[in-house]
């Protein structure tokens, strides 16, 4: 499917929501959300005054600390919570537009399954509340994607937690969703499967379709995403792209064979690194890295190996956080 | 599909795998079989000449068959009416709660489904499973005696479509029990409750003299007269079913006060449901 038919609303319904392909897929301004309890005073807030753009087409990462706001934000997304003020767009109108939410896959939390169904029932009854026309060969084709071919006359009951899990993608997966929202999707499943729903997640962003995952292992969002929000305190407190999120300003790492000289390579800029061979060097532009490369590899040095020295999302998470404390 | 039948069929889904339905079904099966092969009626010219059950007979004055079945039938609809509705609240307290649970309930309002819709399913779904039960029930006991005494009667279709209105009352107070707090056993309590205050309520003109005057009876004829009269209701149904003439000066009344308090409890329901954060 290509991403302009990704755009389309879904087969059966009778009117469709105006959508454009320009607009981003999320769009909050000024979100808020304060839970109140009865007898209580004042009440809890989990969101405050979040703003956030998702672009169309991208695959977003909102990672935070426990407490952050994350499923709430989720939830307001969707419908799910009321916020208390702000507002929400998603593809274009209100999550609380139906032919909006047909459109959208989600995968909660933690999922609750109908255990005593199996997992193509349960699959026909969401494509039935999603409004598609009847198709016999749909569940199989979902279930055989997410590698649960083999399971499909079995109860739900019977199914480990990385099957449910996987079974609960499927869903999210029914309807060919514009926009996915997951969270925790890898929860439960192991590192083979893990890979797979990667792969899963990486095929349907290159089709067009707009990921937004939330997940607490950071490696994963990482390799799927390309832009990232860190949330805490229900505050965006950092955005962009993951490259530029994790980029260690002008700092290169690079390694040299053994025998280079290390007086000579510290004349030419280069400071040694923790591991044998390894050194630092600053460089502002591509042409500057290239000069002090140059005088390396004059005085005798050989390069095996130049990456940007970056910082993982594991640092920019932390060093965002503590800042914003 | 609309999303309200697809939210009914989830619920009917729901309620066939669960065993003791199942088991119910089988019980109610059984129990009309039995019947069915041990009991046996003579009638001649209209009456009720002799009748065996398990193979003794049955002393009964000469009686013609209509006559003869109105105990019967009158006994089968107080059966099916409180036995329906008990049995009903036991079995049904935990759907909505359900679907309400954590991890359910956002996935379903993630859907292409309104939070009316979801409730409007839910009702939908349990009236069916109680109609369809009633249905049963009372068309193979209808079967049976018509085929046995040659005596047919649409009573008691009348009277457990009665008893079903009822359980509908007593369904919505649980529903919207389901609304504001996720517990099935909450949801059979509020059930329980409001049978037991309906049945009061049907007789609350025997009861007024038995508070004194000023505020008990104030406070007794006020919380009363909100309550749906389901002993009424189950009354009429019995006189239905017996083809006897009817107690209640307006079954028509009776009818729109049940239905009113139903859709009143639903209404609240709605309200809270619709305002709610999961």
Known sequence: MSASSRNRPPPGSSTFATVNSQAPAIEVRGLRKTYHRAFRKGGSEALRGMDLTVPHGSAFGLIGPNGAGKTTFIKSILGIVQPTEGTVRVLGGTPEDPRIRARIGYLPERLHLPGTWTAPAFLATVARLKGLPADRAMPQRLLERVGLGDAVGRRIGGYSKGMRQRLGLAAALVGEPALLVLDEPTDGIDPMGRMEVRRILQEEVQRGTTLFLNSHLLAETERVCDRVAILAGGRVVREGRLEDLARGGARWLVRFAPGASAEALAEAGFHRGGAEGQYHVEAEDPAALNVALDRARAAGALMVELRRDGADLESVLMGTVEAAA | ?278
């Open chain 2, 1 to 278: 599909m609309s999303p309200v039948l697809g939210i009914a069929g989830y619920v009917l889904r729901e309620a066939l795998s669960r065993k003791f339905i199942l088991a119910f079904i089988v019980g109610i099966t059984l129990v009309l079989t039995v019947v069915a092969l041990s009991l046996r009626i003579e009638v001649v010219d209209g009456a009720l000449a002799a009748s065996r059950l398990f193979g003794e007979e049955l002393r009964t004055s000469i009686r013609s068959v209509d006559v003869a079945l109105r105990p019967v039938y009158r006994a089968a609809a107080f059966l099916v009416f409180y036995g329906g509705i008990l049995f009903g609240i036991v079995a049904c307290s935990d759907f909505a709660p359900s679907l309400m649970s954590p991890g359910r309930i956002e996935h379903l309002l993630a859907l292409p489904v309104q939070r009316w819709q979801l409730l409007t399913g839910t009702f939908l779904g349990v009236m069916t499973l109680a109609l369809g039960g009633t249905l049963y029930g009372t068309t193979g006991l209808v079967l049976i005696f018509g085929v046995k005494a040659g005596y047919w009667t649409a009573g008691p279709f009348i009277a457990g479509l009665l008893a079903c209105v009822g359980f509908a009352a007593v369904y919505a107070v649980m529903l919207t029990t389901a609304t504001l707090v996720r517990s099935a056993a909450l949801c059979a309590a509020a059930g329980f409750v409001f049978l037991v205050g309906g049945v009061i309520a049907g007789y609350r003109q025997k009861l007024m003299p038995f508070f004194e005057e000023g505020i008990g009876r104030n406070a007794f004829s006020a919380v009363t007269l909100v309550l749906p009269r389901l002993s009424a209701l189950a009354m009429a149904g019995g006189d239905i079913a017996a083809s006897a003439p009817l107690e209640v000066r307006s079954l028509g009344l009776l009818l729109l006060g049940v239905l009113v308090f139903g859709f009143g409890a639903l209404a609240l329901g709605f309200w809270r449901f619709d305002g709610k954060d999961y």
